[in-house]
């Protein structure tokens, strides 16, 4: 991945990355009212270059053995959701379109021969991985939400073009996710409108980069020209829902990859592109943006895996929702649901009345009254649930028609930002209310391994004999151990 280093400089490099995150690596100025202006006139490194510097200097053999483990959960898991998409209409669209296209340095299409350009797989592997909304997520400091696993699917395939090993696409994996969840931390995008995905260009770009063997004024150029050309809006995520819920993180992974291969091949990007005059932070944001901390504590380690396929603050409400079958015999029983939830879910998922009656796959699997609904009339929730004849079930729309959702004052801080106290009132008056602070798969309630084998047996079962499935569980499981990325990928084929 990086040129071979003597062993004074390697000791160098080290102690670089610790003193780096000892500081903070924090951009801008001691003062919130300067952030935006152009800082590297005072000498300081952009945010970009530190980004960069960050990137460079980041190591497997530094990651804690903690860190090390948790995207290795990751990484079994995003190949499970890409099974789980594997045959989705949106899936189709995206592999009919690889299929037609070719390149000299191709690129495979997940579980299948195809071969392809790598943004087109890319962009594939992405809506497989993102389509029935089970893979990964993330709640930010400012209560942002989004699904940093969506950018495995560009270190998928750089890794693939490089012959990188299993070390490197954790050490990839670790990075991509920091820059994610810690820019994420610091911007407000959902309360200024900014589509996650747009942060998920951000860490791709990095992760890939990384993998692609830029060097560090490359990743500059590459960050630069990825930041500066590629905004999404939260229009994709809000009233009813299209396909492009599923698309929109494949989409930024496949530009994030595009502006790699420009800055390897010389392309220069805006420099300062977070903190100059149009800078992102200023041109796209309403208040002072605080330092971004790379490093420890790692970002990756507040990602939470998920129990149900749905939204993430579903999670705790499709959980409570479960637990509060034993308060009734009938779901004709209930007179009103009362879901007092954060203000960041009810604007993502509960926002009009499209999602008390969703017609479209994306906007059932995005719906707070919807998933509550169905686990109380089928105590589960299967992914054939957001579709016909579910979306026109009379009895389950008139539960749904009950269900009120409520803003938290107490779901608003960032430790319990998924709490979910879900209140059934019966027709006999009586009433009860059930609780869930941290679902089953909450980083500080997490899925055993032997569950998150379990979900991932579940979903690859369907496209894999039993043997193959086993064999590809202990791979993954030992990916540290794999000479190359592309032999887990060839191992997958259907």
């Given at each position: 991945?990086?040129?071979i ?12 990355l ?27 490194a ?20 903690d ?5 290795k ?104 996710y ?15 409108g900014?589509d996650?995905?747009?942060i ?24 630069g020209?990825t ?54 932070f ?12 790379l ?8 990602t ?18 479960l ?19 954060s203000?960041?879910?009810?604007k ?23 998933a ?12 054939e ?8 079930d ?10 009120k ?16 106290e ?33 979900k ?25 151990s ?13």
């Amino acid at each position: 991945m990086c040129p071979i280093e003597s062993a004074d400089s390697m000791e160098i490099r080290r102690r670089d990355l610790i003193a780096a995150a000892a500081i903070g690596l924090a951009f801008g100025t001691s003062s919130p009212d300067a952030i935006g202006q152009e800082t590297t006139e005072k000498g300081q490194a952009s945010v970009g270059e530190i980004v960069a510097r960050y990137a460079a200097n980041l190591r497997y053999e530094d990651l804690p053995d903690d860190i090390i483990w948790t995207a290795k959960r990751a990484i079994l898991d995003t190949f499970g959701c890409a099974f789980s998409g594997y045959t989705a209409e949106p899936s189709k669209i995206a592999m009919k379109l690889a299929s037609n296209a070719s390149a000299q340095q191709p690129a495979t299409v997940l579980f299948t021969s195809t071969k392809t350009t790598p943004d087109l797989a890319i962009f594939t592997n992405g809506v497989m991985i993102r389509y029935l909304d089970f893979n990964d997520a993330f709640v930010s400091q400012t209560n942002g939400a989004g699904h940093p696993s969506d950018m495995i699917a560009a270190l998928l395939t750089a890794a693939e073009l490089k012959q990188r090993s299993g070390r490197d696409l954790i050490t990839a994996t670790v990075l991509a996710y920091e820059v994610f969840c810690k820019i994420a931390d610091v911007f407000d995008y959902l309360g200024n409108g900014i589509d996650h995905t747009t942060i998920t260009g951000m860490g791709a770009v990095v992760g890939a980069g990384r993998l692609m063997g830029l060097t560090p004024e490359q990743m500059v150029h590459a960050i630069g020209i990825t930041v500066g050309g590629n905004t999404a809006t939260r229009q994709g995520r809000a009233d009813e829902l299209s396909n492009w819920k599923a698309y929109a993180a494949a989409d930024a992974c496949r530009k994030a990859f595009f502006a790699v291969q420009l800055a390897q091949n010389g392309m220069t990007g805006p420099n300062k592109v977070f903190e100059g005059r149009y800078g992102f932070f200023k041109v796209m944001g309403r208040k002072p943006v605080a330092p971004v901390q790379l490093g420890e504590p790692f970002g990756i380690r507040r990602t939470f895996t998920k129990r149900f396929p749905l939204g993430q603050f579903s999670q705790t409400v499709a959980q409570a929702a479960l637990e509060a079958r034993s308060f009734f015999k009938n779901p004709d029983d209930i007179q009103d649901i009362n879901i007092h939830v954060s203000r960041s879910a009810i604007k993502i998922m509960a926002d009009g009345p499209d999602k008390w009656r969703p017609q479209t796959h994306e906007t059932a699997d995005h719906s707070i009254p919807y998933a509550a609904g169905l686990m109380l009339v089928y105590g589960k929730i299967e992914p054939e649930y957001y579709d016909d004849p579910y979306l026109h079930d009379r009895a389950l729309l008139d539960l749904v028609r009950r269900i009120k959702c409520l803003p938290s004052d107490e779901a608003e801080t960032p430790e319990l930002s998924n709490l979910c106290e879900l209140e059934i009132v019966l027709k006999s008056g009586a009433r009860k209310t059930f609780r869930v602070e941290y679902h089953r798969g909450h980083y500080k309630n997490p899925m055993t391994d032997a569950e998150m084998e379990e979900k991932f047996r579940l979903l690859a079962q369907r496209h894999l004999s039993a043997d193959r499935v086993d064999a590809l569980v202990r791979r993954l499981w030992r990916i540290e151990s794999e000479p190359q990325v592309s032999g887990l990928i060839t191992a997958a084929q259907v």
